[in-house]
């Protein structure tokens, strides 16, 4: 089983649509939690982090259930420019080390016009 | 602008040649990030370092894969020798990181190997 799992998707969404993404970690002892945004042929972008009260920034939320080990990622409004592979990252506790940044396989995400 | 450099961008190599990739994180940053991105397997981790030192490399292939940081400015990744298996696209990413603190990852273009 991988350490953090995601639904591949891909998600096909209208523009103005919400959408929603979810991911699970099986590290419970994991410390935090961040959303990447991955465009086609280029390297992953921080998104946002995820807190454990949740945490919204303009049309994008983020939510954290530690007791579930799930993280979800909402899009309101979708644009055409949010098109992208959405990637899940939990930073992994390795032997006492942490900063061990371990990535979804990603969610894949089309607006369409 | 800070940003992680990676060389090269592109490499198309035989089987059974040594290939280097190397990058060169951003200013200050003490904490380095090579990853492989395959279609199936999506990023997988290989190995990372704090302030030089390899922190963890269990996701390395042993046997033909080797990563080093000669210097705070310069991590190198080897693969001797190379198989087809191996191809896919390499990043590096740096970031400031502490014991129980976050860490972005600011990500390199990337490497794109091909093994033929």
């Known amino acids: 089983r991988k350490e953090v799992e995601q639904d591949p998707g891909p998600f096909n969404v209208p523009e103005g649509a919400t959408v929603a993404f979810n991911c699970t970690y099986s590290?419970?002892?994991?410390?935090?939690f961040f959303w990447y945004r991955q465009d086609c042929r280029k390297e992953p972008k921080l998104l946002m982090s995820?807190?454990?009260s949740g945490n919204e920034d303009g049309r994008f939320t983020a939510q954290l259930n530690r007791a579930s080990q799930y993280i979800s990622l909402l899009i309101r409004d979708s644009k055409l420019s949010d098109s992208a592979t959405y990637l899940c990252?939990?930073?992994?506790?390795?032997?006492?080390?942490?900063?061990?940044?371990?990535f979804g396989t990603g969610t894949l995400l089309a607006v369409q016009p | 602008d800070a940003r992680v450099t990676q060389t090269p961008r592109h490499k198309v190599t035989e089987m059974g040649q040594e290939v280097t990739m190397r990058c060169q994180p951003i200013?200050?940053?003490?904490?380095v990030f090579w990853y492989r991105q395959t279609m199936m397997q999506g990023l997988e981790l290989l190995a990372y370092?704090?302030?030089?030192?390899?922190?963890?490399d269990s996701g390395m292939p042993k046997d033909r894969f080797s990563a080093e940081m000669p210097d705070a400015t310069l991590a190198t990744l080897k693969i001797q020798p190379s198989e087809p298996r191996d191809s896919a696209v390499y990043f590096c990413?740096?970031?400031?990181?502490?014991?129980?603190?976050?860490?972005?990852?600011?990500f390199g273009q990337g490497t794109r190997l091909t093994v033929v």
């Open positions: 990252v939990v930073n992994s506790l390795s032997g006492g080390a942490t900063n061990k940044l371990i």
């Open positions: 990413a740096s970031g400031l990181g502490g014991w129980g603190s976050d860490t972005e990852a600011f």
């Open positions: 590290n419970s002892a994991s410390q935090s």
């Open positions: 995820v807190y454990s």
């Open positions: 200013l200050g940053h003490n904490t």
């Open positions: 370092f704090r302030n030089r030192a390899p922190l963890d």
